[in-house]
């Protein structure tokens, strides 16, 4: 096939992509998510979603439009359209995560100095349309992508933050691993910074380059659109964990030790005694709890049993919670030679094998297999 060729099928295949991204945008449009405060934030990073997913479409679009066919020479037309577009579109896209994470994310400050960014790069863009000036044009289009991908940067920088802080949150509050079904965030955050830098060379290279980060795009674009459909379920209960009460991991530690400085040696001494008793019941094994259903149990609160088990066990609560299954586990494994490590797993506590194997492995610094063969051979 030639260069004409296929230059000819990748405006069909562009077309093509156009009505797959605005698909989305309906599809996603439909969606439908409980009417409540606790998913306020949900709904408005869906919002955020679709409008970039339309933005999507309507760049496809317009470059269908504006384009000659002629990939020997530079259109600076369609340059500004991608740079004004995409630039919106992927910004919207790393809002949703970020609002997704922390619905406190979108302040007002935050909001005018990207659309500072936003209204500098636009400008910079549009000054190469001017006349008169055609020798300065690449001059100007290289300020623009600076500022364009050092707002991104940076806000690849406070997503990263935010993630980690919001693992501690949900460490702190779940009994197992819920950051499973929050790291498709942070995998499509490290996907979009990718394609940026192809995107900015797509703007100077030919029709094959061109086809890949199409091929690119898509692969990326609906992971995100699958990810984010298939965690509307799941966003409810994570959301409980750091969203209700604004708590930050440090300040629910705070919150804790200025609780623990008014407590007495009894206090401490009767929630030691119902927490040694609850473990020996062996409570923890099977159904998944969080910190407050755990809290209420023993008759106090999360911020001080959080406290609590960090400067009893120096652990954090999943951590925590995790290590006694661990031992019951490896009672289990001892006991029952014959039976699946996928069934001790499940019995214990855990949410997966493959989560039961990633933790025994901390704790053990060996794989279950491994460790009962050892068992099995006396060592």
């Known amino acids: 096939m030639s260069d004409l060729e296929l230059q000819h099928y990748f405006h069909i295949i562009i077309e093509w992509v156009a009505v797959m991204y605005i698909t989305i945008c309906l599809m996603l449009t439909f969606i439908k998510s409980p009417n409540d405060n606790l998913y306020k934030p949900f709904r408005q990073s869906k919002r955020m979603i679709t409008v ?4 999507m479409g309507l760049n496809l679009v317009v470059y269908s439009i504006l384009s000659t066919g002629n990939w020997n020479k530079f ?9 004004i577009l995409f630039y919106l579109e992927e910004l919207l896209l790393c809002y949703s995560f970020c609002h997704i994470l922390n619905n406190s994310f979108l302040t007002r400050r935050r909001i005018a100095k990207d659309c500072t960014q936003i209204g500098v790069t636009y400008l910079l863009v549009l000054v190469t ?6 020798a300065y044009r690449n001059v100007f289009i290289t300020l623009a992508l600076i500022v364009m991908v ?3 940067i940076e806000l690849a920088v406070l997503f990263r933050k935010q993630y980690k802080l919001n693992g501690e949150l949900l460490d702190n509050y779940f009994s197992t691993d819920m950051q499973r079904f929050v790291h498709w965030t942070s995998t499509s955050i490290t996907l979009l910074i990718i394609s940026w830098a192809f995107a900015l060379t797509t703007m100077f290279t030919n029709v094959y380059v061109n086809l890949a980060f199409q091929a690119y795009m898509v692969s990326l674009n609906i992971f995100i659109a699958v990810s984010f459909i298939n965690f509307t379920p799941k966003y409810g209960d994570i959301a409980k964990a750091y969203m209700p009460d604004g708590n930050d991991g440090k300040e629910l530690q705070q919150s804790g030790a200025k609780t623990a400085a008014t407590v007495d040696d009894t206090t401490r001494n009767t929630l030691d005694s119902r927490i040694r008793a609850w473990v020996g019941e062996k409570k923890f094994i099977g159904a998944q709890f969080t910190i407050d259903e755990l809290a209420a149990t023993l008759g106090t609160n999360k911020n001080y049993l959080s406290y609590f088990i960090n400067e009893r066990y120096n652990k954090n609560f999943s951590a925590w919670v995790s290590s006694l299954r661990i031992e019951e586990a490896k009672l289990m494994m001892a006991a029952r030679p014959e039976q699946k490590l996928e069934d001790i797993a499940y019995l214990v506590g855990f949410s997966s094998p493959s989560y039961f194997s990633k933790v025994f492995n901390l704790h053990e610094g060996v794989s279950p297999t491994v460790w009962r063969r050892k068992i099995a051979k006396g060592q």
């Open 52 to 55: 970039a997913f339309g933005l």
């Open 75 to 83: 259109n600076y037309f369609i340059a500004c359209v991608d740079i």
């Open 129 to 134: 349309l001017v006349p008169g000036i055609a």
């Open 150 to 152: 050092e707002n991104i």
